[in-house]
């Protein structure tokens, strides 16, 4: 059972990687201040190993700089008033159904595939 964790967790962080190279050829800048350098994915509702599509939605993230992402998880209240004023309460409801809607077993290789061929040239 541990080795198929630690096989499904591998394959997990090889989907990260890929999603995160998608994204940063997308998504250049800072969608808090504007920088163009230390970028990195926020995801808005929490990234986990359950809801693995939701993990990898292009809607469910934001590009912020390195300082912009610590600033948004060490200042929680105005972290979620940025991204309400950002995305729009709409959006992060719809994300929140997304989240609490009953999780399906998700084929790790099938989503591989999807994600490559959804984002053809950007890999």
């Not at 970028?39 to 590009?63: A, G, P, V, W």
């Not at 591989?112 to 890999?123: C, H, S, T």
Request: glycine letters at 4%; one cysteine or more.
């Amino acid at each position: 059972m541990k080795k198929r964790k630690n096989a499904r967790m591998a394959q997990i962080r090889k989907l990260d990687r890929i999603f995160s190279k998608i994204m940063h050829n997308k998504m250049f800048k800072c969608e808090r201040c504007g920088k163009t350098i230390n970028l990195q994915i926020h995801h808005i509702i929490e990234k986990d190993t359950k809801n693995i599509e939701l993990r990898f939605d292009e809607e469910n993230i934001i590009m912020l700089c390195s300082g912009c992402h610590f600033w948004l998880h060490r200042h929680m209240i105005l972290g979620v008033i940025f991204l309400i004023q950002k995305i729009g309460v709409k959006k992060i409801v719809m994300l929140l159904k997304k989240y609490l809607k009953p999780r399906v077993e998700v084929s790790l290789t099938d989503l591989e595939i999807r994600l490559k061929e959804e984002f053809k040239g950007n890999v």
